[in-house]
């Protein structure tokens, strides 16, 4: 198709706010998708994605559609991840596209997504077309999200399109704007390939597939191509698009999204945000803008529950990041949990669906200590290093000084919720900064944060105090020093590596009286007495005691009948699974993550 045929734009929205229903009505007015394979759901493709209702992997789709105009128009969508883990992977999507459609629920309006989002399309230069969507719902209320999208998103009302998703509504109205309001490409046909891989995935069969917007030149199916930023080398095995299952026609031309196979065997081959061109062309063009490798945010020690299978929790780990370049892992041992990994992730949603992968897909029973965040330390002779496991942090004779990362965070809320809302920010060492009124009973609040205590059960605790009701966004504002200690815990004496936390001094002494109480009721009771004792350098500051087990659990059973004994072993051995005996005592996997749930 030529390049004033071609419409390229995305959809981004808040969650919930209808992104991937819009998509299928799209798919399904253009012809490109039935109704009756909508239902085996196309656009998000992975099982975990689906249970977890969010999009994870950006994916494209081509479509045709005949205007109004009775011209014919190649339309490819390009969805995009919907959660603040993968804001990277976003912008290169952006970067995909000239213009995007905002989603706005009509009974909620403009919400921190919205705007996070929106902010990157404007970086991107698109032209942004609003959508009001679920207007079927009787407690929408389009004309006040209208006002919202003049003041807050500053787009003129009268533009705004109003649809149900759900119903159909608004359809073709928003297919004949994308033709009229979002501009075609506008590259070189006659100059050399580039590029932009914008997603990829690893395939057992084709090796890596790369998603890609074609800027300048074209490129066929058993061209050798080059990555700029990688200077890998492949040949084409196979150039299409998706329609929203691969065709495989053989070529992409100037302005086109589709797909090419690598025959890469690893993903970091081909990274998102990488441009692609012909080894002949190197020196002669400029690669495209904006490629940055993904930085892990989040750090955690992943430990097989038996010990035997950490090489299989190696081969999975390899397996996983063939498919997924922004996690990382090394080798590390703990005393308590022996070897195991230290895994890097790009946020805590993004840890959650590494682990859970690890245990579907792969079967493996693990452990996964508590979330820590990256620490710059300058020891007091100068030197500086990074740390990512409290149990690494050197001993507080030897520091100088520790930084830690500080988030700009951003919430939405009805302006009853805002005290509820400064309290718990105050309790996580937050800074207000400003405070703006959208309308008379919504606000957006922005504090600085420190990441490590976003990470810890903030999300939740904020949608508990608000009702569900507050939103939030937060991005990386930079590393600043912060008095800092490290609190560790003693289970019947020994120090325990893997429960070693990193605290703020002054909330220290709350967090090891909280941590050794939660513990004690964590930790089953065994043959003897444990204490459990939090402390900082040789310095006790709380201690609980797991009293000893009064009986053996069988002796109840004796002269029971022996299903009921059975039962009872059966359950112990399920609960020992999550089990892991650290000198002489047995602690279950909730002791480490107790950290999580303190409030
Ligand atoms: P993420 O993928 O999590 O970002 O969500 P999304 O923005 O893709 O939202 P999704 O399309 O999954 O819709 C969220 C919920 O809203 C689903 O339960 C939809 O059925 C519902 N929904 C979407 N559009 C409409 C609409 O126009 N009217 C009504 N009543 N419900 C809708």
């Known amino acids: 198709t030529d390049q004033t045929h071609i419409r390229n734009f995305c959809i981004i929205a808040h969650i919930d706010h209808g992104k991937s229903t819009l998509a299928d009505r799209l798919l399904e007015f253009t012809g490109t998708v039935s109704k009756r394979e909508l239902m085996e759901q196309t656009l998000d493709q992975m099982e975990l994605e689906r249970e977890k209702g969010i999009t994870i992997k950006a994916q494209a789709v081509r479509m045709r559609y005949t205007a109004l105009n009775g011209e014919e128009y190649e339309l490819n969508l390009i969805d995009t991840p919907g959660h603040v883990d993968f804001t990277y992977e976003v912008s290169r999507s952006l970067a995909a596209c000239e213009g995007a459609l905002l989603v706005i629920d009509a009974t909620q309006g403009v919400e921190a997504q919205t705007l996070a989002n929106l902010y990157l ?17 009787p407690s929408a209320d389009p004309e006040r999200v209208k006002q919202e999208v003049e003041e807050v998103v500053g787009l003129p009302k009268e533009e705004c399109i109003l649809a149900s998703a759900k119903e159909g509504t608004g359809t073709q109205d928003i297919l004949e704007a994308i033709i009229k309001h979002i501009p075609p490409p506008k590259g070189y046909v006659n100059r050399p390939l580039r590029a932009l891989v914008f997603d990829s995935h690893y395939d057992a069969y084709k090796g890596v597939i790369a998603y890609v917007r074609v800027v300048d030149g074209k490129l066929r199916q058993g061209e050798r191509v080059t990555m700029m930023a990688t200077s890998s080398v492949t040949e084409i095995l196979e150039a299409g698009y998706f329609h929203p299952r691969l065709v495989s026609d053989g070529a992409l031309t100037t302005g086109e999204v589709g797909y090419i196979a690598t025959g890469f065997k690893n993903v970091k081959d081909c990274r998102v945000g990488d441009t692609v061109t012909v080894p002949g062309a190197i020196g002669e063009i400029e690669a495209l803008a904006g490629y940055k490798p993904a930085k892990p945010m989040v750090f955690a020690g992943i430990y097989p529950v038996e010990g035997n299978d950490y090489p299989l929790l190696r081969d999975a780990l390899d397996r996983l990041q063939l498919n997924d370049a922004s996690l990382v892992y090394q080798p590390e041992t703990s005393n308590a949990l022996g070897f195991g990994f230290r895994c890097g992730f790009l946020g805590l949603l993004h840890m959650e669906i590494i682990q859970e992968r690890l245990e579907r897909e792969y079967n493996l029973a693990i452990l996964a200590t508590a979330p820590s965040v990256e620490y710059y330390v300058t020891r007091t002779n100068g030197e500086t290093e990074i740390v990512d496991n409290p149990s690494a942090m050197p001993s507080f004779g030897e520091i100088e000084k520790i930084e830690e990362p500080f988030m700009d965070i951003s919430i939405f809320t009805p302006s009853r919720y805002i005290g509820a809302i400064m309290e718990l920010v105050t309790t996580r060492r937050g800074i207000f900064k400003e405070m703006k009124y959208i309308e008379a009973e919504r606000v957006l609040l922005n504090y600085a944060m420190p990441l490590a205590e976003l990470i810890v059960d903030f999300y939740d605790q904020l949608k508990s105090r608000t009702q569900g009701y507050a939103s939030l966004d937060y991005s990386l504002a930079g590393y600043q020093d912060s008095d800092l200690v490290k609190l560790d815990i003693l289970v019947n004496g020994v120090a325990v590596d893997a429960l070693s936390l990193i605290v703020h001094r002054e909330k220290a002494y ?19 007495e444990v204490p459990i004792q939090a402390a900082i350098g040789a310095r006790v500051i709380a201690r ?9 659990v069988l002796a109840k059973c004796y002269g029971g009948d022996i299903t009921r004994k059975r039962k009872l072993l059966e359950k112990q051995k399920e609960g020992k699974k999550r089990m892991k005996m650290v000198g002489n005592v047995e602690i279950p996997q909730e002791a480490f993550m107790a950290v999580l749930s303190l409030e």
């Not at 399309?121 to 719902?137: F, G, R, S, Y």
């Not at 709350?510 to 003897?528: C, D, N, T, W």
């Open 544 to 552: 609980e005691t797991v009293k000893a087990m009064r009986k053996d």
């Open 121 to 137: 399309a404007v970086e991107a230069d698109l032209n942004i077309i609003p959508v009001i969507n679920k207007i079927d719902l």
């Open 510 to 528: 709350y967090q090891g009286r909280a941590l050794v109480e939660k513990l004690r009721s964590l930790i089953p009771r065994q043959l003897f």
